[in-house]
Structure formats: C-alpha cells, structure tokens
C-alpha cells in the first residue's frame, strides 16, 4: 500500500513560533499535495495545496515546502497563533481523485 | 461550509450487530468517500464512490460495504461490527477539475462505539 510518512506526532510551540511538520511520499499518482487542517469535532478541512512546478507555495502564513528529488513536502505556519492549535495531515495521490493521508500532527501553539 | 451530513453522529453498538452509516451530500459531487480515522493512524480509506452503482476497495475494506443508488446518499454497512470497528467514519466528496485531484470536503463524523 502506498504510504505517506508524517512527522512529528505532536508539536508544541509558543505564540510567535514556527512549528514545521514533514511528510514524505513514495510514487504518486499526480503531482498534488495538500494539507488538511482538523479542529476538535470537526471533519478535516483543506489548508493548502501544491502543485509542484514550484518548490514554495504560500498562503496568507502557511507554507508549503516541496523536494521532488527527496519526495518530501512540509509545511510551515509563521508566526503561528493559539488559533492554529489543530490537527495536520498531509496527503499524496494514489490515484484519480483518490488521496492517501500521513498519520497526523497534533499542534498545540501555547499563548 | 459543504453540504454533508452525516447519520447518527454517535452510535453505541454491540459486537455482531449490523451498522449502517449514511451520508447525504447537496452538492452533486461525483466523487464520495468513507474514511476511518484512529489514533496513530490518520485518516485511512474504507471505499469510495465514482458514481451511481459505481464503487471500489480502499485500504481498509474487509468488514465494511458500501452502497451508492442515488447521487446524494452513500451507505456504509458493517455487517456484524466488531470491537476494532470503533472508530470515528468521516464521509468525504469531491468533484474532479481537470486537473487530476480535486479538494476534499468532509462531514463532521460519525463516532461508533462497538462493545
């Protein structure tokens, strides 16, 4: 089964911090990686995506960072704010709208 | 926010009975998905849907089917649940963009508790 490797499996950062989560794929599908951000009782939601003919993308203070020679993506939350304190999950393609999913970060951002 | 909804929520169970989860979509999206998510696990694909009457396996299928007869509704069935059944089921939809992988978008979850 293709897999997604998801690391750290808890982070905790203060208020201002930079917490940085990596995934790493193996073969892929499509050249599409997201991350998904999940709040307590709630479903995952999309945060940000790339599509790499880039190495960076951002998005307000979130970024994603990708190595197609490593096969690995990350991604990075600037100045990160109590409100970020969620759940992170990076996902590859495995096929036509079909996504496997890393096993999770859980970010706690302390005030 | 997508419309999905997800039924029961919370459903508490006991070994070797049968359970069906459903999810309702109003966005006329192709595409549907069941998920599980445990600890340690992340988000792990059960089956999914591509159309009417059209599903297929995902990574944890054995134990679970699915059903798709309209495009609004996807059932998913345990036949006779099992303790390691307890879990949180997401339903997700999506609707390709040509580009490959469209986004996600995901119910709240349905909590089952088998005992």
């Known amino acids: 089964q293709q897999q997604v490797k998801q690391s750290p499996q808890s982070l905790i950062v203060q208020k201002g911090g930079i917490p940085i989560i990596n995934c790493a794929y193996e073969?892929?599908?499509?050249?599409?990686f997201p991350w998904y951000q999940q709040f307590p009782g709630k479903g995952p939601a999309l945060l940000i995506a790339?599509?790499?003919?880039?190495s960076e993308k951002k998005e307000g203070r979130f970024t994603i960072s990708f190595n197609k020679s490593a096969k690995q993506f990350s991604l990075h939350i600037m100045d990160s704010q109590p409100g970020d304190s969620a759940t992170y999950f990076c996902a590859s393609p495995t096929g036509f709208q079909k996504l496997v999913f890393g096993t999770g970060t859980r970010l706690l951002v302390s005030p | 926010d997508a419309g999905i909804t997800q039924s029961p929520r919370h459903k508490v169970t006991e070994t070797g009975t049968p359970v069906t989860l459903r999810c309702h979509q109003t966005?006329?999206?192709?595409?549907m998905y069941w998920y599980r998510q445990d600890p340690g696990h992340g988000l792990r694909l059960i089956h999914y849907s591509y159309g009417v009457k059209d599903t297929d396996k995902g990574e944890v299928s054995d134990g679970y089917s699915v059903s798709r007869s309209k495009t609004e509704d996807f059932l998913l069935t345990l036949e006779s649940a099992t303790s390691s059944q307890t879990s949180v089921y997401f339903c997700?939809?999506?609707?390709?963009?040509?580009?490959?992988?469209?986004?996600?978008?995901f119910g709240e979850g349905s909590r089952l508790t088998v005992l």
């Open positions: 966005e006329n999206h192709r595409y």
């Open positions: 073969n892929t599908a499509f050249d599409y």
């Open positions: 790339i599509r790499p003919d880039v």
């Open positions: 997700a939809i999506s609707e390709p963009t040509g580009e490959g992988t469209g986004e996600l978008f």
